[in-house]
């Protein structure tokens, strides 16, 4: 067998490896676009695989397109969803505008392998990759509908890691309740919390952001295709909007539906954007709890080791026995680059002219990067260090003996000012506030706030001397 075939375009001829899928244009693409050595996301070669084989079912239904050739191309884009061709799919993510490079990466392989059901050979076309798998569609519809179908592909699995995480940490608030210990605001002590109390509020914030994305998905199930090159439509059959995206549904069980504005969705990038920003906006949660988590671990003799992370591997290449955060580190790591990469899309969708945002293609890459990296991140750190999170009661304690602090429980009885002044001499004699509160009252030298009357000890006792009522309102 020959090492190449010779293949022409409107440009001319090109060489092309005999054994592959892809025809001309992509060889074109991958000789012009050598950047990041990289290929595109399964995600994206899934979606347009699926729009490929809708529009040659749709096109049959509607009398444009043979029976015989259509059927080839709805099994050749089937077998390609279902990512038999995945290898064939060699054009780097930074590539032309708009994204025709990649499409027509997909129109070549869906053609020849649809030539070779009928019976033909590579490069003889007897299905035309323009004129037959890419009928009654552009690059300009086909990429935006296939940008919002693989996100909407993954976005089950994403929200059931991040629900997973929120679990998490919601069965470490229920174990972690009995142990009270110091809040800390401005990173300086503050009244009592219990450690469970920290653990449901990162339960809630992460549950919120599921939300977040969630609804900002619902906005993805509007789609364009049938726009064709600049949204009116131009050689579509006048049904062929509507019953591609009926076609959709049912190849993919998704809600979709129809766009309300074929102009708006071929131009504005915003509801893409509008979902990149709820996964800076987790990245962003998630950056602040993991940070949280390795202050309260750190140590353990000289930080507060309030928790222990579960030792995943050894920490130093030359201090023996040291044991770091890693897995909070890995998700701090991995949610700067999930920011990162929400910058760019912004940056990207900004940069749409009239009728076409041509930064498609990096806006499609780094979308599929971010939820890549935000469902490996957060299920290893749900997995290896979450589940495996341990409270240490005693030192908890042993901070919160030395918050003179609490002495705001005693606001309501001696008054701000002479509270203040408690905490003051506390801390210049590093004592504890109940025992220097005690001999104060004892010597008769604190004052109830609203009458000038001596504050008993039993009086102070009943405001110091249950922390964990302090953490339950009320009280404060």
């Given at each position: 067998?020959?090492?190449?075939?010779?293949?022409?375009?409107?440009?001319?001829?090109?060489?092309?490896?005999?054994?592959?899928?892809?025809?001309?244009?992509?060889?074109?693409?991958?000789?012009?676009?050598?950047?990041?050595?990289?290929?595109?996301?399964?995600?994206?070669?899934?979606?347009?695989?699926?729009?490929?084989?809708?529009?040659?079912?749709?096109?049959?239904?509607?009398?444009?397109?043979?029976?015989?050739?259509?059927?080839?191309?709805?099994?050749?884009?089937?077998?390609?969803?279902?990512?038999?061709?995945?290898?064939?799919?060699?054009?780097?993510?930074?590539?032309?505008?708009?994204?025709?490079?990649?499409?027509?990466?997909?129109?070549?392989?869906?053609?020849?392998?649809?030539?070779?059901?009928?019976?033909?050979?590579?490069?003889?076309?007897?299905?035309?990759?323009?004129?037959?798998?890419?009928?009654?569609?552009?690059?300009?519809?086909?990429?935006?509908?296939?940008?919002?179908?693989?996100?909407?592909?993954?976005?089950?699995?994403?929200?059931?890691?991040?629900?997973?995480?929120?679990?998490?940490?919601?069965?470490?608030?229920?174990?972690?309740?009995?142990?009270?210990?110091?809040?800390?605001?401005?990173?300086?002590?503050?009244?009592?919390?219990?450690?469970g109390q920290e653990m449901g509020g990162y339960a809630k914030a992460i549950a919120r952001d599921a939300q977040r994305i969630r609804s900002a998905g619902e906005t993805l199930l509007r789609l364009g295709i049938g726009g064709t090159a600049t949204g009116t439509g131009l050689n579509a059959h006048p049904e062929f909007h509507a019953r591609m995206v009926?076609?959709?549904?049912?190849?993919?069980?998704?809600?979709?539906?129809?766009?309300d504005n074929l102009f708006e969705s071929m131009q504005s990038m915003a509801d893409v954007t509008h979902f990149s920003a709820s996964l800076r906006t987790l990245a962003l949660t998630l950056t602040r709890i993991a940070n949280d988590l390795r202050l309260l671990s750190s140590g353990p003799n000289s930080g507060l080791d309030e928790i222990r992370f579960?030792?995943?591997?050894?920490?130093?290449?030359?201090?023996?026995?040291?044991?770091?955060?890693?897995?909070?580190?890995?998700?701090?790591?991995?949610?700067?680059?999930?920011?990162?990469?929400?910058?760019?899309?912004?940056?990207?969708?900004?940069?749409?002219?009239?009728?076409?945002?041509?930064?498609?293609?990096?806006?499609?890459?780094?979308?599929?990067?971010?939820?890549?990296?935000?469902?490996?991140?957060?299920?290893?750190?749900?997995?290896?260090?979450?589940?495996?999170?341990?409270?240490?009661?005693?030192?908890?304690?042993?901070?919160?003996?030395?918050?003179?602090?609490?002495?705001?429980?005693?606001?309501?009885?001696?008054?701000?000012?002479?509270?203040?002044?408690?905490?003051?001499?506390?801390?210049?004699?590093?004592?504890?506030?109940?025992?220097?509160?005690?001999?104060?009252?004892?010597?008769?030298?604190?004052?109830?706030?609203?009458?000038?009357?001596?504050?008993?000890?039993?009086?102070?006792?009943?405001?110091?001397?249950?922390?964990?009522?302090?953490?339950?309102?009320?009280?404060?």
């Amino acid at each position: 067998m020959p090492e190449i075939r010779v293949e022409k375009d409107s440009l001319g001829e090109v060489r092309v490896p005999a054994a592959a899928m892809y025809g001309a244009q992509t060889q074109r693409a991958v000789e012009n676009f050598t950047v990041t050595g990289r290929r595109p996301y399964r995600a994206f070669i899934w979606s347009v695989a699926i729009i490929k084989r809708a529009a040659a079912e749709v096109n049959a239904e509607l009398g444009l397109l043979e029976a015989p050739k259509a059927a080839a191309i709805a099994q050749a884009a089937g077998e390609a969803a279902d990512g038999k061709w995945d290898a064939e799919f060699v054009v780097d993510p930074i590539q032309a505008g708009a994204g025709t490079s990649h499409n027509m990466n997909a129109n070549e392989v869906i053609a020849n392998r649809a030539t070779q059901l009928m019976g033909g050979a590579l490069g003889e076309y007897r299905v035309r990759p323009n004129d037959d798998v890419n009928m009654a569609q552009s690059t300009n519809d086909v990429i935006p509908c296939a940008i919002r179908l693989g996100i909407l592909w993954r976005l089950d699995e994403l929200l059931n890691v991040v629900d997973a995480l929120a679990e998490a940490f919601s069965k470490k608030s229920v174990e972690f309740d009995e142990i009270v210990k110091s809040g800390r605001t401005h990173l300086q002590d503050a009244v009592p919390v219990r450690l469970g109390q920290e653990m449901g509020g990162y339960a809630k914030a992460i549950a919120r952001d599921a939300q977040r994305i969630r609804s900002a998905g619902e906005t993805l199930l509007r789609l364009g295709i049938g726009g064709t090159a600049t949204g009116t439509g131009l050689n579509a059959h006048p049904e062929f909007h509507a019953r591609m995206v009926r076609r959709i549904a049912k190849l993919t069980g998704l809600s979709v539906e129809p766009s309300d504005n074929l102009f708006e969705s071929m131009q504005s990038m915003a509801d893409v954007t509008h979902f990149s920003a709820s996964l800076r906006t987790l990245a962003l949660t998630l950056t602040r709890i993991a940070n949280d988590l390795r202050l309260l671990s750190s140590g353990p003799n000289s930080g507060l080791d309030e928790i222990r992370f579960p030792p995943m591997q050894p920490g130093s290449s030359i201090m023996p026995g040291k044991i770091n955060p890693v897995m909070a580190e890995m998700l701090n790591m991995a949610m700067i680059h999930v920011i990162g990469l929400d910058a760019a899309v912004a940056f990207a969708s900004q940069a749409g002219q009239l009728e076409l945002n041509v930064m498609m293609p990096i806006i499609a890459q780094e979308v599929f990067e971010m939820m890549q990296v935000s469902i490996g991140a957060i299920r290893a750190f749900t997995e290896k260090g979450v589940k495996g999170l341990a409270a240490n009661p005693a030192k908890a304690t042993a901070w919160l003996e030395r918050n003179a602090i609490i002495a705001t429980a005693l606001n309501p009885l001696i008054g701000y000012a002479a509270a203040a002044e408690l905490v003051k001499e506390a801390v210049e004699q590093n004592r504890s506030i109940r025992e220097l509160a005690l001999e104060r009252a004892a010597a008769g030298k604190l004052a109830h706030k609203d009458r000038q009357q001596p504050v008993t000890t039993a009086e102070i006792e009943s405001a110091l001397g249950n922390l964990r009522r302090m953490t339950e309102g009320g009280l404060l």
